[in-house]
């Protein structure tokens, strides 16, 4: 014994051991069976196609590309052009001593398009763990310090930021959408914060209608990360919140990744209702957006050219082609989303059968990731499919035969099916979100 101390952590709001513990275990399995560490190259012929050094092909159907926009060629050259017309790629200094002009236009562009005042960041992960202590600070907001509530599912962009808002105010979780516990807490507390996905990355979404009472009759204040939605659903895809939400003011904070269907890179934090020194006191307070880098100018450029194609017919064009891909994929594999207009599906399976299915789909050319216990609790494992606007007939049609060839069972015909409600969700995860859902 060295009589030096040894540490028992505290573990009240993050814990590794578990993280690391559960999450290593299946991703060193996915290794092992070839569904992840896999490193490929993009077809040049044929959109989402890619093949590996070895010379395996495959469709990719876990991208969260879903309009394809990332290859846009007019992104493409909207990233080219912006790089030539600033001259440098990260004017590597805080934006509140000095910038360049590409983020003020962006920001004012995608302000335009989104309907309410936007500041961008480097990512949603980076614009979360900036803001929430903010809020629970109660610096942004009406300046009282709210009761925290985060969603027990709630990404672990937001999850990560736990402590640091227990530093400022008080944080509790909450169970899956539990409004009951919510009305309560909004009872008992002077203000309170809810921490939610707006569209769940495993399918569902936020009930924006049903919390809007509780902003209107409460005062609560609701912050959404809709990453999922932004620019696959939605006039000029606004996303599911700012198409549902009716509560459009201070009490409504959405921040969205530009990562996914907008195809570009960076974030929005969208905001209504706060002045303009909200606004500075994000840009000079909210963690990594003070100190780090913000957007480069490719991703300005690229954004701006996505931006564009938002406001043509061409997004509801894509928007047009993923439904009618999701529903020819509902058509032949049933799920718990079958009907619903996420563009995810998990085909169920169980724990044993997953990762032997996903292999064997992935040697007849196509990408699922498979999900199982520990990292989803027992019964809800699965391979999970994302359908995208530019995946051909073809292509479904195959990974469909593929997954009926490993004993997924065919979709009853049409007629035979019942009718879905629009919003069905897949079972809870975990409470440790390990898979980083992208
Ligand atoms: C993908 C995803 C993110 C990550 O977005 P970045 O901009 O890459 O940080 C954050 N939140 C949710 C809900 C996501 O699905």
Same mark, same amino acid.
């Given at each position: 014994?060295?009589?030096?101390?040894?540490?028992?952590?505290?573990?009240?709001?993050?814990?590794?051991?578990?993280?690391?513990?559960?999450?290593?275990?299946?991703?060193?399995?996915?290794?092992?069976?070839?569904?992840?560490?896999?490193?490929?190259?993009?077809?040049?012929?044929?959109?989402?196609?890619?093949?590996?050094?070895?010379?395996?092909?495959?469709?990719?159907?876990?991208?969260?590309?879903?309009?394809?926009?990332?290859?846009?060629?007019?992104?493409?050259?909207?990233?080219?052009?912006?790089?030539?017309?600033?001259?440098?790629?990260?004017?590597?200094?805080?934006?509140?001593?000095?910038?360049?002009?590409?983020?003020?236009?962006?920001?004012?562009?995608?302000?335009?398009?989104?309907?309410?005042?936007?500041?961008?960041?480097?990512?949603?992960?980076?614009?979360?763990?900036?803001?929430?202590?903010?809020?629970?600070?109660?610096?942004?907001?009406?300046?009282?310090?709210?009761?925290?509530?985060?969603?027990?599912?709630?990404?672990?962009?937001?999850?990560?930021?736990?402590?640091?808002?227990?530093?400022?105010?008080?944080?509790?979780?909450?169970?899956?959408?539990?409004?009951?516990?919510?009305?309560?807490?909004?009872?008992?507390?002077?203000?309170?914060?809810?921490?939610?996905?707006?569209?769940?990355?495993?399918?569902?979404?936020?009930?924006?209608? *049903? %919390?809007? #009472? /509780? $902003?209107?009759?409460?005062?609560?204040?609701?912050?959404?990360? =809709? @990453? &999922?939605?932004?620019?696959?659903?939605?006039?000029?895809?606004?996303?599911?919140?700012?198409?549902?939400?009716?509560?459009?003011?201070?009490?409504?904070?959405?921040?969205?990744?530009?990562?996914?269907?907008?195809?570009?890179?960076?974030?929005?934090?969208?905001?209504?209702?706060?002045?303009?020194?909200?606004?500075?006191?994000?840009?000079?307070?909210?963690?990594?957006?003070?100190?780090?880098?913000?957007?480069?100018?490719?991703?300005?450029?690229?954004?701006?050219?996505?931006?564009?194609?938002?406001?043509?017919? *061409? %997004?509801? #064009? /894509? $928007?047009?082609?993923?439904?009618?891909?999701?529903?020819?994929? =509902? @058509? &032949?594999?049933?799920?718990?989303?079958?009907?619903?207009?996420?563009?995810?599906?998990?085909?169920?399976?169980?724990?044993?059968?997953?990762?032997?299915?996903?292999?064997?789909?992935?040697?007849?050319?196509?990408?699922?990731?498979?999900?199982?216990?520990?990292?989803?609790?027992?019964?809800?494992?699965?391979?999970?499919?994302?359908?995208?606007?530019?995946?051909?007939?073809?292509?479904?049609?195959?990974?469909?035969?593929?997954?009926?060839?490993?004993?997924?069972?065919?979709?009853?015909?049409?007629?035979?099916?019942?009718?879905?409600?629009? $919003?069905?969700?897949?079972?809870?995860?975990?409470?440790?979100?390990?898979?980083?859902?992208?």
């Amino acid at each position: 014994m060295s009589g030096r101390k040894t540490i028992e952590p505290t573990h009240r709001y993050r814990n590794n051991d578990k993280a690391v513990g559960v999450g290593n275990a299946f991703w060193d399995l996915s290794e092992r069976n070839g569904l992840a560490g896999i490193v490929a190259e993009l077809d040049d012929g044929r959109p989402g196609v890619l093949h590996t050094e070895d010379g395996h092909e495959f469709t990719n159907f876990t991208c969260c590309s879903y309009l394809d926009l990332d290859s846009h060629p007019e992104v493409i050259e909207g990233a080219v052009a912006a790089l030539r017309r600033f001259g440098v790629l990260d004017h590597c200094i805080p934006r509140s001593r000095v910038q360049i002009p590409a983020l003020l236009e962006l920001e004012a562009s995608l302000g335009e398009l989104f309907g309410s005042d936007v500041v961008a960041a480097i990512s949603a992960g980076v614009a979360s763990a900036g803001l929430l202590p903010l809020i629970a600070s109660g610096h942004l907001g009406n300046g009282v310090r709210p009761l925290m509530v985060f969603d027990k599912n709630c990404h672990v962009s937001m999850a990560g930021a736990k402590p640091a808002c227990a530093d400022e105010t008080e944080v509790v979780s909450c169970g899956h959408h539990d409004l009951t516990f919510l009305q309560d807490m909004c009872k008992r507390y002077e203000r309170v914060a809810y921490v939610v996905d707006g569209s769940d990355s495993l399918g569902g979404y936020a009930p924006v209608r *049903e %919390l809007a #009472e /509780l $902003q209107e009759k409460y005062g609560l204040l609701v912050y959404y990360d =809709d @990453s &999922h939605s932004l620019s696959a659903y939605g006039e000029r895809g606004i996303g599911y919140v700012r198409t549902h939400c009716p509560v459009l003011d201070e009490r409504t904070i959405t921040v969205a990744t530009l990562n996914k269907a907008f195809g570009t890179s960076g974030a929005v934090i969208l905001l209504d209702g706060y002045p303009k020194d909200a606004l500075r006191v994000v840009e000079r307070f909210a963690g990594a957006l003070s100190y780090s880098q913000p957007m480069n100018t490719a991703a300005v450029g690229a954004s701006l050219a996505s931006a564009e194609i938002h406001r043509t017919e *061409e %997004l509801t #064009e /894509l $928007q047009g082609r993923l439904r009618a891909n999701i529903a020819l994929f =509902d @058509s &032949h594999i049933k799920t718990e989303q079958t009907g619903t207009t996420f563009p995810i599906r998990l085909v169920p399976m169980s724990d044993e059968t997953v990762i032997e299915a996903g292999r064997r789909v992935y040697r007849a050319g196509f990408h699922v990731s498979p999900v199982f216990f520990p990292i989803v609790p027992r019964g809800t494992a699965g391979l999970r499919v994302m359908l995208r606007a530019g995946q051909t007939e073809e292509q479904i049609r195959g990974l469909c035969a593929a997954l009926v060839e490993v004993g997924v069972p065919q979709a009853a015909p049409v007629s035979e099916q019942a009718s879905v409600p629009e $919003q069905t969700s897949v079972p809870e995860q975990a409470s440790v979100s390990v898979e980083g859902a992208r």
